[in-house]
């Protein structure tokens, strides 16, 4: 536990970007965001840059979120991941970083938790968006229709996840987080039977969950559990073209 708050060692609150450090514990200078280096003796991180892993804590969303000073300055800088500029710094970039909106990296794997983070942040609907839009642009049935290396299935993974409208965030948390389900039916075969998801009035413009049920009762939660999906039961949402801000926003 005391190792996986470790990252807060590489947290500079002035820059608002994890940096690397020398051996006497001092940052590295000069910092530039956007550097990014496969040349083992002068990289700072391996295949991504700052914007790209000063966003890899998935063990601890509400600790980072809090080193931001709140949820409204965290949504900020998340937001500010997927506008700024795509172009990169350094001589030796890896081919891995691709997929690039803005400085998210969908074909490389530490970004792929990243889209979700908003559920932590109280604005669920900006995930909804953001999942549907990679979906809907970086997969297609064509022999480039992964926008980066299939390593261990992790970009098929990803994909069969967010189309069923869950993503194991932290996966030690035992907790599915809701994006936007883009298949009407979803069904989970398990030791306890299936786990059913529907989505109803979905189509491309329905990309926000207006409501949702489970086995038939209003459901107001982000997530269901491992053990929720393992049990069996059917988990409903109900799609429209407009973000719901009221729903789901508590802490």
């Not at 669920?124 to 390593?151: C, F, I």
């Not at 932290?170 to 298949?183: E, I, K, L």
């Amino acid at each position: 536990m005391k190792r996986s708050a470790s990252w807060k060692n590489l947290y500079d609150p002035v820059t608002g970007f994890m940096r690397a450090k020398n051996a006497d514990g001092n940052w590295v200078t000069p910092f530039d965001p956007f550097y990014s280096e496969h040349n083992p003796d002068k990289a700072m991180f391996m295949e991504g840059d700052a914007w790209q892993y000063t966003f890899f804590v998935p063990q601890d969303v509400e600790g980072l979120i809090s080193a931001y000073g709140g949820k409204q300055k965290f949504v900020t800088k998340l937001d500010s991941l997927f506008s700024v500029t795509s172009v990169m710094h350094g001589e030796d970039q890896s081919p891995d970083i691709s997929g690039m909106i803005g400085q998210y990296a969908h074909g490389n794997e530490p970004s792929h938790h990243v889209a979700y983070l908003y559920d932590y942040a109280g604005m669920p609907w900006k995930t909804q968006s953001r999942v549907r839009m990679v979906v809907d642009s970086l997969y297609h049935d064509q022999p480039d229709g992964y926008a980066g290396n299939e390593d261990c299935g992790q970009m098929s993974a990803w994909a069969v996840w967010t189309i069923t409208g869950l993503y194991p965030v932290n996966p030690a948390s035992g907790r599915y987080m809701f994006g936007s389900p883009s298949v009407n039916e979803a069904v989970i075969k398990t030791k306890g039977g299936k786990f059913t998801i529907r989505a109803k009035n979905n189509n491309k413009a329905n990309v926000y969950i207006q409501s949702a049920t489970l086995n038939g009762k209003p459901y107001h939660k982000l997530y269901v559990t491992h053990q929720q999906v393992v049990n069996g039961g059917t988990l409903e949402f109900t799609m429209g073209p407009t973000p719901n801000k009221t729903w789901f926003t508590a802490k």
